[in-house]
């Protein structure tokens, strides 16, 4: 039996597959925890080992930190007496419920785990990456990856193969990163939000634009950015307090690239600002739902401007 677990969801994958490897053909049987429970991944097993064959066989179980107490009973008991030939693979994404389940698997198979280590920096992950597929790029280049796709490790693996694949020998850089790369989900629900974050005006008006062009209701906008300003007040408050970045990310929970990116961008606004804005949104909301006479893109672009524009300067 083995006991597969941990965030590095690209680094669990390869484990898998090399595994799957060692098996011949059609000879391997994926369950989800959600679905099977330890009696029906016993049962699987048993029946696999009934159908014979000398090169073995592999039953994969997806997602076991969900099973319960009587499903680890269940996987535990069947070490007790195994099906010849046949190798049981349990997969979790975090520690399963309880000791049984690993102390078992270290005892009469073995246990891998493949956490993503966090650093300060998170984009320390992905220079590790790009290096072991003998990338060369510069500390930039893998911050420039990790803001332009997000902090998804399975989305992230997926465009550092595809820089290594078009790389070659040739060193990767910022500028290559951002023609290659392809934007995660986040990444353009991002764009106002960063922009209003580095009080750039001229990118927070284009970025509106585009998106009431796409169909967007100009109250999406406004309540997506609404949103993101109450968590960088929430992070500066915090921050204020003296806590450290990732007992911030815990106490908002919320992902810790996240807040960093929150904080960066509270130190372009004091928390008078921030007061005001919290104000001007919610003066915003309530036009936008009935209250004011004009077009609802008119209401949205006047509040960006005013929310964005350094304090003093003359609106754009």
């Known amino acids: 039996m083995y006991l597969l677990l941990g965030t590095d969801r690209p680094k669990v994958g390869r484990a898998l597959a090399r595994l799957r490897g060692r098996f011949p053909e059609g000879s391997t049987e994926t369950l989800t925890a959600e679905e099977a429970s330890g009696v029906d991944a016993v049962a699987a097993c048993n029946?696999?080992?009934?159908?014979?064959?000398d090169e073995g066989r592999l039953v994969v179980v997806e997602g076991v930190e969900r099973w319960k107490k009587d499903d680890?009973?269940?996987a535990v008991a069947y070490l007790g007496d195994p099906t010849p030939g046949t190798v049981l693979?349990?997969?979790?994404?975090?520690?399963?419920?309880?000791?049984?389940?690993a102390a078992a698997c270290a005892?009469?198979?073995?246990?891998?785990?493949?956490?993503?280590p966090k650093p300060r920096d998170p984009s320390a992950w992905?220079?590790?990456?790009?290096?072991?597929?003998?990338?060369r790029a510069d500390d930039e280049a893998a911050r420039a990856l990790l803001d332009r796709v997000g902090p998804d490790v399975t989305l992230l693996a997926g465009e550092i193969e595809k820089l290594a694949t078009w790389a070659g020998d040739e060193p990767v850089g910022r500028r290559e990163v951002e023609a290659l790369a392809v934007p995660g989900v986040e990444e353009t629900a991002w764009a106002l939000t960063d922009a209003w974050g580095s009080?750039?005006?001229?990118?927070?008006?284009?970025?509106c634009e585009a998106e009431l062009e796409l169909g967007l209701e100009p109250f999406v906008i406004a309540a997506r950015l609404a949103?993101?300003?109450?968590?960088v007040r929430s992070a500066q408050l915090l921050a204020a307090e003296g806590l450290p970045t990732r007992e911030i990310a815990k106490r908002l929970r919320k992902h810790e690239f996240r807040v960093r990116k929150a904080l960066a961008q509270g130190e372009h606004y004091t928390r008078e600002e921030l007061d005001e804005t919290?104000?001007?949104?919610?003066?915003?909301?309530?036009?936008?739902?009935?209250?004011?006479?004009?077009?609802?893109?008119?209401?949205?672009?006047?509040?960006?401007?005013?929310?964005?524009a350094t304090r003093g300067a003359a609106p754009a």
Request: negative net charge; without cysteine.
């Open 47 to 53: 029946a696999l080992g009934l159908l014979g064959g």
């Open 72 to 74: 680890v009973d269940a």
């Open 89 to 101: 693979a349990l997969v979790a994404e975090e520690q399963p419920r309880g000791d049984a389940l």
């Open 107 to 116: 005892k009469r198979g073995q246990v891998l785990l493949f956490d993503v």
């Open 126 to 135: 992905v220079q590790a990456e790009l290096s072991r597929l003998g990338v």
């Open 199 to 207: 009080r750039d005006l001229r990118t927070v008006l284009a970025v």
């Open 227 to 231: 949103g993101h300003v109450g968590l």
């Open 278 to 308: 919290v104000v001007r949104l919610a003066e915003l909301d309530a036009a936008l739902k009935g209250a004011s006479r004009l077009a609802a893109e008119l209401e949205l672009e006047r509040a960006l401007v005013e929310l964005t």
